[in-house]
């Protein structure tokens, strides 16, 4: 349903492991949210996606 392995969504679930930003991406879109990410480097703002 996710394009995520069932294992994965497990550790996510339990903190087991950290996850990829692409994981992240795929899990919100699944559930249909709206995810936004805000990245600042030197004061410089850099877009993501």
Known sequence: MVGVQRAQISKLESSTNSATIATIIKVFQ???V???FHV???GKNI???
């Open 30 to 32: 699944a559930l249909n």
């Open 34 to 36: 709206e995810i936004h």
């Open 40 to 42: 600042s480097v030197d």
């Open 47 to 49: 877009a993501i996606g």
